[in-house]
C-alpha cells in the first residue's frame, strides 16, 4: 500500500500546485511530461514555443546573475553589522565553527573524506573565556 502512495503523491494536484508546493518529484515530473508533450508538437507548433523557454531561461539566468554579484556585497554587509554591533571577538569565533563537527553535533552522520574519519581522535578546542595569553 506504501507504494501505491507514493506513486499517488507524485502526482500534483494541479500544474501550479506542484511550484507552490516546492515538491521535487512533483515537478520533474510535470517537466518530463512537458519535454515530451512539446517535441510532440509539429515543428511549426515547436519552434516558437522553444524560443519562448529559451528567452524565460534568459531571464531567469539575468536574475541568479544579479543575486549571485549582490551576494559579496551582502556578505560584506553581514559581517559589518556583526563586527560593528559584537565587536571583532565574535570573528574569531565564526572562524573557529568547524561544519563538520556542527553537523555531526546535530546527529549528522560524518561525511565521508571530509574532516576526521571514524576512529579518530580530534581534541577541542578550549572555550574563549579559559584561554591565556
Do not use: C, W
Not at 34 to 59: K, M, Q, W, Y
Not at 83 to 96: D, P, R
Amino acid at each position: 500500500m506504501q507504494r501505491a502512495a507514493h506513486l499517488m503523491a507524485i502526482i500534483p494536484d494541479t500544474f501550479v500546485s506542484a511550484f507552490a508546493n516546492g515538491e521535487l518529484l512533483q515537478v520533474l515530473l510535470l517537466a518530463a511530461l512537458t519535454g515530451f508533450a512539446i517535441n510532440a508538437l509539429p515543428d511549426r507548433l515547436r519552434e516558437p514555443i522553444s524560443h519562448v523557454i529559451d528567452a524565460a531561461a534568459a531571464v531567469f539566468f539575468g536574475i541568479v546573475a544579479i543575486v549571485v554579484k549582490a551576494a559579496p556585497v551582502g556578505a560584506f554587509g553581514a559581517t559589518a553589522f556583526t563586527t560593528g554591533a559584537y565587536g571583532f571577538g565574535s570573528l574569531v569565533l565564526l572562524g573557529e565553527l568547524d561544519p563538520v563537527k556542527l553537523h555531526q553535533a546535530r546527529g549528522g552522520k560524518p561525511i565521508a573524506g571530509v574532516g576526521p574519519q571514524p576512529g579518530s581522535v580530534v581534541p577541542l578546542p578550549e572555550p574563549v573565556a579559559n584561554r591565556s595569553g
